[in-house]
T-cell receptor
Framework: AQRVTQPEKLLSVFKGAPVELKCNYSYSGSPELFWYVQYSRQRLQLLLRHISRESIKGFTADLNKGETSFHLKKPFAQEEDSAMYYCALRGGTSYGKLTFGQGTILTVHP | KAGVTQTPRYLIKTRGQQVTLSCSPISGHRSVSWYQQTPGQGLQFLFE???????NKGNFPGRFSGRQFSNSRSEMNVSTLELGDSALYLCASSLVPGQSYEQYFGPGTRLTVT
């Protein structure tokens, strides 16, 4: 079975502060991990994925297989980062199936 | 390039009725996945279609079904609607299923069952 846990439902920070959204997963094989973001009144969109190892909008995430974590980080939060963030996992043979965490609502205060 | 489109955007049905939702993927995309989004359960995978074949199915009762047409458009059907089926139903498309292919999500169909 595969499971994704985002322990924080709500996260508030001030503009310019560092932010870390936590994601832990459970999967017996080698998963593919993603972060999706949903801004207000917009559709769900991919933010980044671990295989790309890229930084998008200043966000990075490192897959830690030992701790089975894929935390999302940004050193200096901006107000426009306020959104719902979902961590998602795709198993090796799951093709188009993504398992999502419950999501974290990030609010960045001015 | 036009994004994933879903119709209708909003729907109100009565318990016991059935409903059909439609999803048109991005042109050239052949894989379509469906998800149910509710405040309590979050985003849950329903099923995935590729080349008119169901490749994966989530843990939903048989009242939930789907299909994909030769032009990759997909429909999902829910029969004998229950109050708990009220949700946002999201469709996502990708070129083909599997690694390295991003899933693009549609705006969703908001289903309300009364």
């Amino acid at each position: 079975a595969q499971r994704v846990t985002q322990p924080e439902k709500l996260l508030s920070v001030f503009k310019g502060a560092p932010v870390e959204l936590k994601c832990n997963y459970s999967y017996s094989g080698s998963p593919e991990l993603f972060w999706y973001v949903q801004y207000s009144r917009q559709r769900l969109q991919l933010l980044l994925r671990h295989i790309s190892r890229e930084s998008i909008k200043g966000f990075t995430a490192d897959l830690n297989k030992g701790e089975t974590s894929f935390h999302l980080k940004k050193p200096f939060a901006q107000e426009e980062d306020s959104a719902m963030y979902y961590c998602a996992l795709r198993g090796g043979t799951s093709y188009g199936k993504l398992t999502f965490g419950q999501g974290t609502i990030l609010t960045v205060h001015p | 390039k036009a994004g994933v489109t879903q119709t209708p955007r909003y729907l109100i049905k009565t318990r016991g009725q059935q409903v059909t939702l439609s999803c048109s993927p991005i042109s050239g995309h052949r894989s379509v996945s469906w998800y149910q989004q509710t405040p309590g359960q979050g985003l849950q995978f329903l099923f995935e279609y590729f080349s008119e074949t169901q490749r994966n199915k989530g843990n939903f009762p048989g009242r939930f079904s789907g299909r994909q047409f030769s032009n990759s458009r997909s429909e999902m059907n829910v029969s004998t609607l229950e109050l708990g089926d009220s949700a946002l139903y999201l469709c996502a498309s990708s070129l083909v299923p599997g690694q390295s292919y991003e899933q693009y999500f549609g705006p969703g169909t908001r289903l309300t069952v009364t």
